[in-house]
Structure formats: structure tokens, C-alpha cells
């Protein structure tokens, strides 16, 4: 069965370093997602992308984020200058549709900020 | 703005019993509603995604039912075994694309 895939599974970085997590969401789906679980909390939504661009964002994702689709395969979420409070696990999610469709999520990256 | 709770926290049960794990939520105006499972520190996997115009929706031992009006739906799970032991999660739309996501149900069947 088809599956989204992200790396690395864990990223460790410093406070005020760039990070890039990837993601390659199911090969015929036109929708992707961010989303975060800092630990212990709900998981809350980053930034939806259709048609090579930003559909929705939420306040969270600041000019510190961006999210990119360099090719036909993977989908990338930058920040750019990371701070303690980026430390979460981070999960990229693809639908083959937008209303009536499943999304399907990816194992996810746990990012720790030191 | 959609908010999503459930209830209990955590639930505990012997093998073999069926059980029902709650999810409410605020804005009614939904296209449908899914359910996932997460294991502790892996990702989600959706469990059933139930269409607005359904009531119920099973998969295996698993059934889903959605209340629109009251702004509730269930997850049965039928004759629980250990291996189910996991934090059940429920996500409703966030009035487009998101999901909004509850804080989950923790569960665990003991032996």
C-alpha cells in the first residue's frame, strides 16, 4: 500500500540553524500538509499547499517557515532560523482529493532544537 | 473556529471487551470526519474516514458513527485485544482544508 515517507526520522540542531524535513507524499495525490505535535499536546496544522502554492496557512506558520515542492516527488518544510520552541514532531500528510478524501499521514520527523 | 474533544483521557480495559471512544465537536458544518491511531512516537494512521452524509462506517472490528446535528461522533471498537492498546485520535475540517485535531483517547488493553 502506498505510503508517505519523511527523514529523517529525527533531526537534532541548534537554536537559530536552518532545518529542511522531507517528505515524498503518495505519488498520484494533488494535496500535501504540514502538521505538528509538540509532546504531550494536540496535533495542530502547519500550512496546506495545492498547485504549487500556499492554500491555508495557519498563524503559527510565520516568515520563519516556508514549504517548497522542488520536484515531482518531494515536498520540503524549511525553517529558518529554529528556535527552542520548534521542538515537536513534525508530520507531512497528502490527500488524493480535498473534500472527500483521506489524508494520509507520514511516520514523522521528531525535531529537537538544543 | 472548529474545536475537537474527547473524552475519556485514557481508558483502561480487560481483553475482550467492546468499547466506545468518544469525540464532540463545535462546528457542525463538516464534510466528513476521520479517525486515526498513533502508536507512542510514530505517526498517524487513519483508521476510517466517515462522509458527512453517513451515519456509520466499519472497518474490521471497527465502526464510526457521526452525529452531525449534536456534533458527535463514536468509535466502537469490538472485542478488544492488546494489540489495539494505542491513543486514538479524532479530526474534524477546520472550515476548509485542516484537520483540527482532539487530544485523543489512550488506551490500553490489558491481557
Known amino acids: 500500500e502506498p505510503e508517505v515517507t519523511q527523514t529523517p526520522s529525527h533531526q537534532v540542531t541548534q537554536m537559530g540553524q536552518e532545518v529542511i524535513l522531507r517528505c515524498v507524499p503518495i505519488s498520484n495525490h494533488l494535496y500535501f500538509y504540514w502538521y505538528r505535535q509538540i509532546l504531550g499536546q494536540k496535533v495542530e496544522f502547519l500550512v496546506s499547499?495545492?498547485?504549487?502554492?500556499?492554500?491555508?496557512k495557519s498563524e503559527i506558520f510565520d516568515d520563519q517557515f516556508s514549504v517548497e515542492r522542488p520536484d515531482g516527488s518531494n515536498f520540503t518544510l524549511k525553517i529558518r532560523s529554529t528556535k527552542l520552541e520548534d521542538s515537536a514532531m513534525y508530520f507531512c500528510a497528502s490527500s488524493g482529493g480535498q473534500t472527500h478524501r483521506p489524508q494520509h499521514f507520514g511516520d514523522g520527523t521528531r525535531l529537537s532544537i538544543l | 473556529k472548529q474545536e475537537v474533544t474527547q473524552i475519556p483521557a485514557a481508558l483502561s480495559v480487560p481483553e475482550g471487551e467492546n468499547l466506545v471512544l468518544n469525540c464532540s465537536f463545535t462546528?457542525?458544518?463538516?464534510?466528513?470526519l476521520q479517525w486515526f491511531r498513533q502508536d507512542p512516537g510514530k505517526g498517524l494512521t487513519s483508521l476510517l474516514l466517515i462522509q458527512s452524509s453517513q451515519r456509520e462506517q466499519t472497518s474490521g472490528r471497527l465502526n464510526a458513527s457521526l452525529d452531525k446535528s449534536s456534533g458527535r461522533s463514536t468509535l466502537y471498537i469490538a472485542a478488544s485485544q492488546p494489540g489495539d492498546s494505542a491513543t486514538y485520535l479524532c479530526?474534524?475540517?477546520?472550515?476548509?482544508?485542516?484537520?483540527?485535531f482532539g487530544k485523543g483517547t489512550k488506551l490500553t488493553v490489558n491481557p
Open positions: 462546528d457542525s458544518a463538516i464534510y466528513n
Open positions: 499547499f495545492y498547485n504549487n502554492e500556499i492554500s491555508e
Open positions: 479530526a474534524a475540517p477546520g472550515g476548509s482544508e485542516k484537520l483540527v
